[in-house]
């Protein structure tokens, strides 16, 4: 390298380490900048130096351009990575960062301004001959023009948000007299999202998947593209699962869109690295989308499959150096997948959780890759988006990949806040997913809202769970018994019965067990009987027999709760054998409190006031997401104990209510 010697990375988390090791193997020195929150993380741990930049939220540490570009002369930076969100395609910061004499890593600050203006990339990319789908995309913005240009193109429709992403001021119309309507709420959205209410309209093309390509420049006008991904497993419009190559993509389909990807990029005069995005309809026929201008999420599966580096691509480029390889040289090995292990519950409508680190333990073997951010007694704070970690897989066969995916899923623990990792493990044992046959709705269609909500412990997980505290208990207490052998002589020969009470989600459940000698436990649940045998224990797994067969409990006790991994599914139970009884709901003692930490957005009520069951009395914003909190009965409003924009913490006591009588 002849110009960059230092780069300052300024983002956070996984992005953050994947490209301060990046950096660091190159031989070149990492610089990490850090909010209050993330004054311990992982990326400050692994950074050659590390410089703190503001408070815990995003805009005031982040965010800040002039901060962040202080620290990076100060610690004598050349250059400044950033990562994806945040600032990665803020066209703005491109440019100070030019006007301090530091190289930004990415594109220039005129290609980013074009690209992430929807409207202007497709003008753009129509005058390219680069596939667009059918819409409208004119300066003309009256709700009235939107409606009759709407009605041309025909339903079913997707209006969108000029300026933004990520699902964000984006609706999909399937009648006519639901124009107005959703033109106004996405307007709505896109104005308080991205500060421009700017729209444009797109033919919807109906079981689409969403195939991307990666798209390289130079400085010397070089532009290559390293094949394919796909992206179609989505919720939300967030992407869940990305694998490459796809499955819906043959050699000749991929020439062509590969060909018209660098074509996009070759009519903006493309620097570093960059993604077309392509929605791929039924019949074959691909549309271009979009354009990001950064690094992206899913750059793994394209660097296993292809054996680039495209971290050091980026530093490169940025150096002045030429591509490192030509289109010709370039192929693809084997198949990749990706999945996005975020601290969220799929069963509670992806509600993002927050809390303490107790157990993060990866899994190991060859062609598993595991990027994160993330640190076993650290927290995750709500101050930030919910993707903690990727976990990617490579194979010879799309199958051999999933299949291995799926065992680094069952060997990973994340315990102390509940994660997705189940529902990543339910998608890639799906058939659909198996066979390769799905789009951007399979989300929708295959794990439904109302279908995630009756996710829950089998009677065996209560089994074991008691199982585990008993036995964990019974140690303790009898810590001078000898564990390792026959337990019958810490305790009475003759059986000893136990009622432990265990809670989940709110609901209680007694779980009977009997303890039968030498280690034999005959335990009830529910009206289900289980002979569960108790084996050795190192104090974070139990080994046990069921059902004939030895069976591994992974498990980690936080106060009177135990997160127990069992047989490839995890869940949190709390001990409540001694606790008194609560009130039937949440709220019903007239006790309104977060459900997660995160930042008062609103209070819709005032003491005094009478308000009826249902009614959201508190709006909360937790890792960028917004919740209602309600009351689940009819009271009076006694006591406000937060105003909005106070962050509060997790089951912090909100608002006072007095319950009544429904009149």
């Not at 289900?528 to 080994?543: N, P, W, Y």
Request: glycine share 10%; net charge negative; proline share 4%.
């Amino acid at each position: 390298m002849k110009n960059i010697s230092k780069v300052l990375v300024a983002n956070r988390g996984e992005i953050a380490v994947r490209v301060i090791q990046g950096v660091q193997k190159l031989g070149l020195k990492a610089v990490a900048v850090f909010s209050e929150a993330d004054a311990q993380a992982r990326h400050v741990q692994v950074a050659d130096e590390a410089y703190p930049i503001g408070a815990s939220p995003a805009n005031q540490s982040y965010l800040r351009q002039e901060r962040i570009i202080e620290v990076a002369r100060n610690a004598g930076a050349d250059a400044i990575h950033p990562g994806y969100g945040f600032l990665a395609e803020n066209a703005d910061f491109a440019r100070a960062c030019a006007q301090a004499g530091i190289r930004f890593i990415g594109p220039s600050a005129e290609a980013i301004d074009l690209m992430g203006n929807k409207r202007a990339a497709k003008v753009r990319m129509i005058e390219a001959g680069v596939p667009c789908v059918p819409g409208y995309e004119g300066q003309d913005q009256d709700d009235a023009t939107l409606i009759e240009h709407a009605e041309k193109i025909g339903c079913p429709i997707m209006i969108k948000a000029a300026a933004g992403g990520g699902g964000r001021g984006m609706r999909l119309c399937e009648s006519p007299d639901q124009l107005a309507t959703l033109i106004r709420s996405a307007r709505a959205e896109a104005e308080s999202a991205f500060g421009s209410g700017e729209l444009i309209l797109e033919k919807a093309v109906v079981g689409a998947r969403h195939v991307e390509i990666q798209v390289f420049g130079d400085s010397q006008g070089q532009v290559v593209h390293l094949f394919e991904r796909d992206c179609s497993i989505q919720r939300r419009h967030q992407k869940v699962v990305e694998e490459s190559p796809s499955p819906a993509v043959d050699a000749d389909l991929r020439a062509r869109m590969g060909e018209a990807a660098v074509k996009a990029a070759a009519a903006i005069d493309y620097v570093g690295a960059g993604t077309v995005e392509f929605l791929l309809g039924a019949d074959k026929a691909f549309y271009f989308l979009e354009m990001n201008t950064r690094l992206q999420v899913e750059h793994p599966v394209t660097e296993m499959v292809t054996g680039q580096d495209l971290v050091e691509w980026q530093l490169r480029v940025a150096d002045g150096e030429p591509l490192p390889c030509t289109q010709d040289e370039l192929g693809q090995r084997g198949h990749a997948i990706e999945v996005r292990l975020c601290a969220e519950d799929p069963r509670q409508d992806y509600l993002p959780q927050t809390g303490p680190i107790l157990r993060w333990e990866l899994p190991g073997g060859e062609g598993v890759r595991v990027d994160h951010g993330l640190l076993e007694g650290g927290a995750l704070s709500p101050y930030y988006d919910s993707m903690v970690a990727k976990v990617i897989a490579h194979g010879p066969t799309r199958d051999a990949a999933r299949l291995k995916l799926r065992r680094a899923l069952h060997g990973l623990r994340l315990h102390g806040v509940t994660s997705n990792q189940d529902y990543l493990d339910a998608i890639l044992g799906e058939q659909d997913f198996i066979a390769g046959d799905f789009h951007t709705g399979y989300v929708g269609s295959h794990f439904p809202q109302e279908a995630l909500a009756e996710w829950g412990p089998r009677p065996v997980d209560y089994a074991v769970a008691a199982l585990v505290l008993w036995w964990d208990d019974a140690h303790q207490l009898y810590s001078g018994a000898d564990f390792g052998s026959d337990s019958s002589g810490w305790r009475s020969a003759n059986p000893i019965a136990d009622e432990i009470k265990l809670r989940w989600e709110g609901r209680d459940t007694a779980v009977h067990l009997l303890h039968e000698g030498d280690r034999h436990c005959r335990v009830e649940v529910e009206g289900e009987v289980f002979q569960l045998t108790a084996g050795d224990c190192d104090g974070r797994v139990r080994q046990l027999v069921w059902d004939n067969s030895r069976r591994s409990a992974a498990y980690t006790r936080n106060r009177e709760a135990v997160w127990l991994s069992f047989e490839h599914r995890t869940w949190c139970f709390e001990d409540v054998s001694y606790e008194a009884e609560r009130p039937a709901a949440p709220g019903s003692d007239g006790r309104i409190v977060a459900h997660s930490d995160g930042r008062i957005v609103d209070i819709r009520v005032a003491v005094g006031e009478d308000v009826a069951e249902g009614a959201t009395i508190v709006s909360l914003e937790a890792m960028k997401m917004e919740f209602q909190l309600t009351t689940p009965v009819p009271a009076t409003v006694r006591e406000i104990h937060v105003q909005a924009g106070d962050q509060v913490a997790n089951r912090q006591l909100l608002v006072t209510l007095e319950p009544r009588a429904d009149d």
